[in-house]
Protein backbone atom coordinates (compact mmCIF):
# COMPACT_ATOMS: atom_id res chain seq x y z
CA UNK A 1 0.00 0.00 0.00
CA UNK A 2 1.38 3.25 -1.01
CA UNK A 3 0.72 6.03 1.57
CA UNK A 4 1.06 9.51 1.77
CA UNK A 5 1.43 11.53 4.97
CA UNK A 6 0.49 15.47 5.27
CA UNK A 7 -0.51 17.97 7.85
CA UNK A 8 -4.41 18.20 8.38
CA UNK A 9 -6.13 20.98 6.17
CA UNK A 10 -9.90 22.61 6.89
CA UNK A 11 -11.30 20.35 4.18
CA UNK A 12 -10.36 17.25 6.27
CA UNK A 13 -12.19 18.02 8.78
CA UNK A 14 -15.29 15.17 8.41
CA UNK A 15 -12.62 12.40 8.04
CA UNK A 16 -10.08 13.70 10.82
CA UNK A 17 -13.40 13.91 13.49
CA UNK A 18 -14.44 10.37 12.22
CA UNK A 19 -11.03 8.84 12.74
CA UNK A 20 -10.73 10.44 16.06
CA UNK A 21 -14.12 8.94 17.17
CA UNK A 22 -12.86 5.82 16.19
CA UNK A 23 -10.03 6.31 18.01
CA UNK A 24 -11.33 7.18 21.18
CA UNK A 25 -13.99 4.49 20.72
CA UNK A 26 -11.32 1.99 20.36
CA UNK A 27 -9.86 3.06 23.88
CA UNK A 28 -13.12 2.64 25.21
CA UNK A 29 -13.42 6.37 26.33
CA UNK A 30 -15.86 9.58 26.14
CA UNK A 31 -14.87 12.68 24.83
CA UNK A 32 -17.38 15.39 24.12
CA UNK A 33 -18.13 16.96 20.83
CA UNK A 34 -17.27 20.38 22.28
CA UNK A 35 -13.97 19.26 23.17
CA UNK A 36 -13.70 17.32 19.76
CA UNK A 37 -14.82 20.56 18.12
CA UNK A 38 -12.10 22.71 20.04
CA UNK A 39 -9.58 20.07 19.09
CA UNK A 40 -10.09 20.53 15.52
CA UNK A 41 -9.92 24.42 15.79
CA UNK A 42 -6.70 24.14 17.75
CA UNK A 43 -5.20 21.90 15.49
CA UNK A 44 -6.12 24.08 12.07
CA UNK A 45 -4.94 27.29 13.60
CA UNK A 46 -1.27 25.48 14.67
CA UNK A 47 -1.77 27.03 17.91
CA UNK A 48 -0.87 25.55 21.39
CA UNK A 49 2.18 24.13 19.58
CA UNK A 50 -0.19 21.14 18.26
CA UNK A 51 -0.25 19.96 15.14
CA UNK A 52 -1.73 17.11 13.29
CA UNK A 53 -0.76 14.71 10.34
CA UNK A 54 -3.13 12.56 8.01
CA UNK A 55 -2.58 9.36 6.08
CA UNK A 56 -4.31 8.45 3.10
CA UNK A 57 -4.00 5.87 1.00
CA UNK A 58 -3.11 5.56 -3.17
CA UNK A 59 -6.77 6.28 -3.62
CA UNK A 60 -7.02 9.33 -1.31
CA UNK A 61 -8.87 7.68 1.46
CA UNK A 62 -7.91 8.92 5.07
CA UNK A 63 -6.37 6.05 6.88
CA UNK A 64 -4.74 7.28 9.96
CA UNK A 65 -4.27 10.26 12.04
CA UNK A 66 -1.33 11.42 14.63
CA UNK A 67 -1.45 14.55 16.83
CA UNK A 68 1.95 15.70 17.75
CA UNK A 69 2.17 18.04 20.38
CA UNK A 70 5.75 20.28 20.92
CA UNK A 71 6.93 21.24 24.05
CA UNK A 72 9.83 22.24 26.35
CA UNK A 73 11.90 20.53 28.58
CA UNK A 74 13.27 21.07 32.19
CA UNK A 75 16.15 18.37 30.81
CA UNK A 76 17.04 19.77 27.92
CA UNK A 77 17.27 23.15 26.46
CA UNK A 78 15.30 21.80 23.11
CA UNK A 79 12.04 21.22 22.20
CA UNK A 80 10.44 17.54 22.92
CA UNK A 81 7.57 15.88 20.69
CA UNK A 82 4.30 14.22 22.68
CA UNK A 83 3.11 11.97 20.02
CA UNK A 84 -0.65 12.39 22.23
CA UNK A 85 -2.94 10.68 20.09
CA UNK A 86 -1.64 7.61 16.36
CA UNK A 87 -4.92 5.74 15.07
CA UNK A 88 -4.96 3.76 11.87
CA UNK A 89 -7.93 2.54 10.40
CA UNK A 90 -8.76 -1.09 11.44
CA UNK A 91 -9.47 -2.26 7.92
CA UNK A 92 -5.71 -1.33 6.67
CA UNK A 93 -3.60 -2.00 9.79
CA UNK A 94 -0.41 -4.19 9.49
CA UNK A 95 -0.27 -2.01 6.29
CA UNK A 96 2.45 0.64 7.28
CA UNK A 97 0.11 3.38 7.90
CA UNK A 98 1.30 2.99 11.42
CA UNK A 99 4.85 3.59 10.12
CA UNK A 100 4.48 5.95 8.33
CA UNK A 101 2.81 8.47 10.53
CA UNK A 102 5.37 7.83 13.07
CA UNK A 103 8.18 8.60 10.56
CA UNK A 104 6.74 11.33 9.61
CA UNK A 105 6.24 12.80 12.94
CA UNK A 106 10.29 11.82 13.24
CA UNK A 107 10.78 14.23 10.24
CA UNK A 108 8.36 16.66 11.96
CA UNK A 109 10.75 16.81 15.29
CA UNK A 110 13.53 16.80 13.44
CA UNK A 111 12.65 19.72 11.41
CA UNK A 112 11.67 21.37 14.96
CA UNK A 113 14.70 20.36 16.28
CA UNK A 114 13.01 18.49 18.65
CA UNK A 115 15.37 15.99 20.62
CA UNK A 116 13.33 13.59 22.12
CA UNK A 117 9.84 11.92 20.11
CA UNK A 118 7.74 9.94 22.85
CA UNK A 119 4.32 7.81 23.17
CA UNK A 120 2.25 5.77 25.49
CA UNK A 121 -0.02 3.00 24.52
CA UNK A 122 -1.99 0.42 26.86
CA UNK A 123 0.47 -2.54 27.62
CA UNK A 124 -2.40 -5.02 26.54
CA UNK A 125 -2.20 -2.70 22.77
CA UNK A 126 0.26 -5.90 21.33
CA UNK A 127 0.10 -5.40 17.39
CA UNK A 128 0.72 -1.85 17.69
CA UNK A 129 3.49 -2.61 20.36
CA UNK A 130 5.09 -4.59 17.64
CA UNK A 131 5.77 -1.76 15.71
CA UNK A 132 6.43 0.44 18.14
CA UNK A 133 9.36 -1.44 19.65
CA UNK A 134 10.41 -1.35 16.01
CA UNK A 135 10.68 1.67 15.66
CA UNK A 136 11.87 3.32 19.33
CA UNK A 137 12.94 2.19 22.55
CA UNK A 138 10.82 1.10 25.35
CA UNK A 139 11.28 3.00 28.71
CA UNK A 140 10.74 1.81 32.01
CA UNK A 141 8.65 4.90 33.29
CA UNK A 142 5.09 4.20 34.53
CA UNK A 143 2.48 6.89 33.43
CA UNK A 144 0.63 8.67 37.14
CA UNK A 145 -2.07 10.92 36.45
CA UNK A 146 -4.70 12.78 38.23
Not at 42 to 62: H, K, Y
Not at 81 to 86: G, Q, V
Request: aromatic share 12%; hydrophobic share 45%.
Amino acid sequence: MTIRVRPVVADDEAAWLQLFRDYVTFYEATVGEDVLMSTWQRLLAGSDNMMALIALDETGRPVGIATLVFHRSTWSPTWYCYLEDLFVAPDVRGGGVGRALIEATYQEADRRGATRTYWATQEKNAAARALYDRLATLTDFLQYRR
